[in-house]
């Protein structure tokens, strides 16, 4: 959610509560808000039981281009994935890049593992779209898309997309709403190929959310000059 302004080397808190660590002229960037725990309930039965995380590190080449490595984790009962872990390095290049708006195109290869009632193991291709745009001081628009198919078989994929929105409601206190639909070209015998969860979250920042500006002056006598 933005690059953290003058990064120095030590962990860091950018405007919207994402941490990076930073390491010289590279960012880590500490994806908190990806890795999210699912579960829920209707009538006692459940319906949602799946842990998704995912890391990325990316270090710019030019003002546009950047390389960087990705990671994904999915743990999902109902859809019969005991774990499905994705890594590889990717390209990214910025199609619209500026203090209100980010567009970014990423393509890589990739490794998965996965159980899914049987173990596999096999290369992946990664194509990606990345887009976020500044509403307002408080509000932030984000969206993407990725396609992972296996390298052997483009029949053979996983898509997520997902859009939401931030909403600052307060110097330290946000709201993050947003939905997210996967859909897996080869689901198990007797499991969906499409998973929707509509996410929201609560979030607090020490660094906070708002550019409130310095402290203004209460009292009413004349400043005096130095």
């Known amino acids: 959610d933005g690059v953290p302004a003058r990064p ?3 962990l860091l808190e950018d405007r919207m509560g994402g941490l ?11 994806d908190l808000a990806r890795g999210i725990s699912l579960y829920g309930e209707d009538r006692g039965v459940v319906n949602s039981n799946a842990l998704r995380a995912s890391a990325n590190y990316n270090r710019l080449l030019t003002d546009r281009f950047y390389l960087g490595l990705f990671s994904d984790f999915l743990h999902d009962e109902l859809a019969d994935v005991d774990y499905r872990v994705n890594l590889g390095p990717n390209l990214g290049y910025y199609l619209i ?120 002056r209460r009292s009413l006598k004349p400043e005096k000059k130095k």
Not at 119 to 137: C, G, I, P, V
Not at 180 to 204: F, I
Request: hydrophobic share 40%; glycine share 6%; charged share 25%.
């Open 8 to 10: 120095t080397k030590g």
């Open 20 to 30: 990076w660590l930073a390491q010289e002229a590279n960012l880590v960037r500490i």
């Open 97 to 216: 890049k500026n203090d209100t708006t980010k567009l970014a195109l990423e393509t890589g290869a990739g490794y998965l593992w996965e159980k899914q009632v049987v173990k596999d193991d096999y290369f992946t291709l990664r194509f990606a779209e990345l887009f976020e745009h500044k509403l307002s001081n408080r509000v932030k628009f984000v969206e993407s898309v990725v396609y992972q198919p296996r390298a052997e078989d483009f029949g053979d994929y996983i898509l997520t997309a997902e859009a939401g929105f931030t909403f600052a409601i307060s110097r330290h206190w946000a709201v993050k709403a947003s939905m997210r639909n996967q859909y897996d070209s080869t689901p198990a015998a007797g499991t969906r190929s499409n998973d929707l969860a509509v996410l929201a979250s609560l979030s607090y920042s020490l660094a906070g959310f708002t550019d409130e500006g310095p402290a203004k």
